[in-house]
Structures are given as structure tokens and as C-alpha cells.
């Protein structure tokens, strides 16, 4: 059974930082694709970043500000966030694919997820 357990949500001011991690378990060979999701009241989660062995890739609000990571031997995702702005604010949620590749970046394309953390980013 696999099983994705978010932190590290928090409110933090403009400009700050902040990192989030996903304890995972259950998966059983290659760690697969993983990504964190944002979703915000009315609006469908979006993907901000995502990773298929230790290549990353950003959505367009993420690039150059956030970095996705991960440490497979910890069972560990991360999702370093700097320049927060309010616009980042959202529940972030953690997810997985069934395979190695990253092959879509909708939600219906990801199987596991987590519960979410919440992130608000206000002065």
C-alpha cells in the first residue's frame, strides 16, 4: 500500500521560503514520477513541479523560484520554495505516478496522493 505524508506547510511573508516534504512508502522498485500540486479554493490542483529519477521540470509560475528534489534512500520528496509570493498560497499536495516517466501533468495522470499541507504566503 503505498502512502504519501506531506509537511512543513506554513505562513510565511512575501519573499520568504519555505520547504515541503512528502514521506512516501510502499513503492517497490525505481521510485517513480513524483510532483507537488497547488490547489486553491474553486480552481482544479495545478502541477508546479515534478520529477522522473532526479529530473526536474517547473510549471511556468515555479521556474527559477522553487525546487523539487528528492532523497530516494530517506523515501523523501522535497519542494523548496523561495521569493513566495501571495499567489503561491494553496493547499500543496504531493503525488505519484505508476511509472518511472513523467508522462502528463494532470491530476488524472498521477494515482497517490497525499493530504495536503497549506501554504499562505500574506504580510
Known amino acids: 500500500q503505498v502512502v504519501l505524508v506531506e509537511s512543513g506547510g506554513d505562513t510565511v511573508q512575501p519573499g520568504g521560503s519555505l520547504k515541503l516534504s512528502c514521506a512516501h512508502s510502499?513503492?517497490?522498485?525505481?521510485?517513480?514520477?513524483m510532483a507537488w500540486f497547488r490547489q486553491v479554493p474553486g480552481k482544479e490542483r495545478e502541477g508546479v513541479a515534478r520529477i522522473a529519477g532526479n529530473t526536474p521540470t517547473y510549471s511556468t509560475s515555479a521556474k527559477g523560484r522553487f525546487t523539487i528534489s528528492r532523497d530516494n534512500a530517506a523515501n523523501t520528496l522535497f519542494l523548496q520554495m523561495d521569493s513566495l509570493k501571495p499567489e503561491d498560497t494553496g493547499v500543496y499536495y504531493c503525488?505519484?505516478?505508476?511509472?518511472?516517466?513523467?508522462?502528463?501533468?494532470?491530476?488524472?495522470?498521477?494515482?497517490?496522493w497525499g493530504q495536503g499541507t497549506q501554504v499562505t504566503v500574506s504580510s
Open positions: 503525488a505519484a505516478m505508476d511509472g518511472f516517466y513523467c508522462n502528463g501533468w494532470g491530476p488524472s495522470d498521477f494515482l497517490y
Open positions: 510502499g513503492f517497490v522498485g525505481p521510485r517513480p514520477c
